[in-house]
């Protein structure tokens, strides 16, 4: 094969050739040089959601899923109740997580193919005044619904409880705005919407608690408080920093800006969703969720009630012709999921929509055209 394969995954994802370029260079992590870039990736994340006002934000070494540990140890105190917002597989790890790092957690489950419900956190919130956080994913990335954050941040406002936000999925793609929604911790990472490499998460922290959160982690590497108390001290990372996750982060981020931020990522995201939902259903296959509750980050289909379909065969056949899918996360319904997220366009979407169709031709399930 001549060229790279596509991830049509949530996370890695394809990168454009100047952001691979980027990570030829190596760089000392004490070194002035890769101290700016730091701190130019740093102001540049704050721009995305209208920060700088009321958030910072500290970098950590790890996947996604360690900067959402972190925030919650360092957000919740030891004492503290978080409720989750369940409406699929991410949502439960952060619950699990959450039990893990010694706090209280209760979850309120809703169906996996709906939004979540600010009336009932609302009604969960009068009923049970112990509880002092609450944890919502953006973007269920299990199926792919989008979660109404705004009105989410609204109930916490009104009742006086802390909100952590996982926006791993829809940071970059879908608008987020500190200055009218009220966060007090939102988590996201590099290889996602902004198209950079995986290795490294961030956290934004509303100023108003960061001086509470000293001393909360029962964790010395993920302890986001004493990150960031070194980082505005020094311009540095506690503990070797991914040097070259960073700085194509940095190069993704300058792309990112080039091409329209926020907005036109969301177009471009939102054009490929379209191409890989038609052609896919033309196939006769068929999406999980609703039109209405698709966010165009990640797309479950239905896998083809056919007695030839076997997911290890398709996702083979798939990769032979340069595409990787990903696999279903749903307990009750066999499913299979494609990302529309990456540096990919509509070419590469109906080329994956062709590969598709002719890996369901060879293995039998639909008929040769």
Not at 116 to 142: F, M, N, Q, R, Y
Not at 243 to 269: M, N
Request: charged share 20%; hydrophobic share 45%; with cysteine.
């Amino acid at each position: 094969m001549d060229r790279d394969r596509i991830l049509l995954t949530p996370g890695p994802l394809t990168t454009t050739l100047r952001t691979k370029l980027a990570m030829l260079k190596d760089w000392g992590s004490w070194d002035g040089d890769f101290i700016a870039v730091t701190a130019n990736v740093r102001t540049r994340l704050l721009d995305i959601v209208n920060g700088h006002e009321s958030h910072v934000v500290v970098p950590l070494q790890g996947s996604g899923t360690f900067s959402v540990e972190a925030a919650v140890a360092t957000v919740v105190p030891r004492d503290g109740h978080v409720l989750v917002l369940d409406n699929g597989a991410y949502c439960k790890r952060a619950a699990k997580l959450t039990q893990m790092m010694g706090r209280r957690a209760s979850a309120v489950t809703f169906a996996e193919d709906e939004p979540v419900s600010p009336t009932v956190l609302e009604a969960h919130l009068k009923e049970d005044p112990s509880i002092t956080h609450v944890v919502l994913i953006h973007c269920e990335t299990g199926t792919g619904v989008l979660n109404p954050l705004e009105a989410v941040a609204a109930v916490c406002q009104r009742f006086g409880k802390g909100l952590i936000v996982d926006a791993m999925s829809s940071f970059g793609a879908i608008a987020i705005d500190a200055r009218t929604t009220r966060f007090d911790a939102l988590v996201a990472a590099s290889g996602k919407c902004l198209e950079g490499v995986p290795g490294m998460g961030f956290v934004f922290l509303r100023k108003a608690i960061l001086d509470g959160c000293a001393g909360r982690s029962q964790s010395l590497a993920m302890d986001l408080h004493d990150q960031h108390v070194y980082m505005e001290k020094t311009g540095q990372w506690r503990f070797t920093p991914p040097t070259h996750v960073l700085v194509a982060l940095s190069e993704a981020i300058t792309q990112f800006v080039e091409e329209g931020g926020q907005p036109a990522r969301l177009a471009r995201y939102a054009d490929n969703c379209k191409t890989l939902v038609g052609g896919l259903s033309a196939l006769g296959l068929k999406p999980f969720l609703k039109p209405e509750l698709q966010a165009p980050i990640i797309v479950t289909f239905h896998a083809p009630a056919h007695p030839a379909y076997d997911f290890k065969r398709f996702y083979a056949a798939a990769k032979a012709r340069g595409f990787l899918l990903y696999p279903g996360k749903l307990t009750q319904v066999e499913t299979f999921r494609v990302g529309c997220i990456g540096a990919i366009g509509r070419t590469e979407m109906q080329q994956a929509v062709n590969a598709v169709a002719e890996v369901l031709q060879e293995l039998g399930i639909i008929a040769v055209r």
